[in-house]
Nanobody, 126 residues
Framework: QVQLAESGGGSVQAGGSLSLSCTMS????????VGWFRQVPGKEREFVAH????????YYGEAVQGRFTISRDNAKNMVYLQMNSLTPEDTAVYLC???????????????????WGQGTQVTVSS
C-alpha cells in the first residue's frame, strides 16, 4: 500500500522561499507519477506541478510557472517542491499525490490520482 507524507511547510514572508518534501513508502517511487496540489478552504483543489514517472518530464500550473520547481529522487523515494518568490496568494495546504497509470491529459485532475498525503500548511504573509 502506497503512503505519502508531506513535510516542510511553514510561514514565510512574501518574496521568500520554501521547500516541500513528499516521502513515498510502501512502493518504489520509480513506478509512479507524482503531482503537487494545493487547497484553500472553500475552493477547489488546484493543480501545482507534476513529475512523470518515465523520463521525469515536469508540468506546472499557470499560477506557479517560473516560480516553483518539482523534482524527484527515486533512490530516496522522495519528491520535492521548491517554491520561490512566494506571495500571499500561495497560502494553502499543499498535498502530494501519486498514481502509477496516469495519462498526460489527466495530470491536472485530482480525481485521477489514487494516493494522497495529508498535506502541509504553507502561509505567506505580506
Amino acid at each position: 500500500q502506497v503512503q505519502l507524507a508531506e513535510s516542510g511547510g511553514g510561514s514565510v514572508q512574501a518574496g521568500g522561499s520554501l521547500s516541500l518534501s513528499c516521502t513515498m513508502s510502501g512502493r518504489s517511487l520509480r513506478s509512479y507519477s507524482v503531482g503537487w496540489f494545493r487547497q484553500v478552504p472553500g475552493k477547489e483543489r488546484e493543480f501545482v506541478a507534476h513529475s512523470r514517472r518515465n523520463g521525469g518530464y515536469t508540468y506546472y500550473g499557470e499560477a506557479v510557472q517560473g516560480r516553483f520547481t518539482i523534482s524527484r529522487d527515486n533512490a530516496k523515494n522522495m519528491v520535492y517542491l521548491q517554491m520561490n518568490s512566494l506571495t500571499p496568494e500561495d497560502t494553502a495546504v499543499y498535498l502530494c499525490a501519486a498514481d502509477s497509470g496516469m495519462i498526460l491529459s489527466s495530470i491536472r485532475t485530482p480525481s485521477a490520482y489514487d494516493y494522497w498525503g495529508q498535506g502541509t500548511q504553507v502561509t505567506v504573509s505580506s
